[in-house]
């Protein structure tokens, strides 16, 4: 399992993100970047065991990157610094 992301910035993410997508709200984006990074900071894990994906965790809810993506390979993918 290649769990290598690019790390990006959460001001970069949410500027690409909401380029891609528009419906979005960056402020909401933040906020939930935020939260997600916090609950990492402090160890929280996905349901599998496994490190959140803070970037996938704030589009689409709590969870590692195999378990948003179903992918297991990261390494064309970024995750917030």
């Not at 909401?28 to 490190?51: A, Q, V």
């Not at 803070?54 to 378990?67: E, L, M």
Request: charged share 20%; proline share 2%; hydrophobic share 35%.
């Amino acid at each position: 399992m290649n769990l290598f992301f690019k790390n990006i910035s959460i001001n970069e993410f949410v500027k690409s993100t909401i380029q891609s997508n528009p419906d979005l709200n960056s402020q909401e984006l933040t906020e939930s970047l935020l939260h997600f990074k916090k609950m990492k900071d402090n160890g929280e894990l996905c349901i599998c065991g496994n490190p959140l994906w803070v970037a996938g965790s704030a589009i689409v809810g709590k969870g590692c990157f195999t378990c948003i993506t179903g992918e297991t390979d990261s390494s064309n993918d970024y995750e917030v610094e």
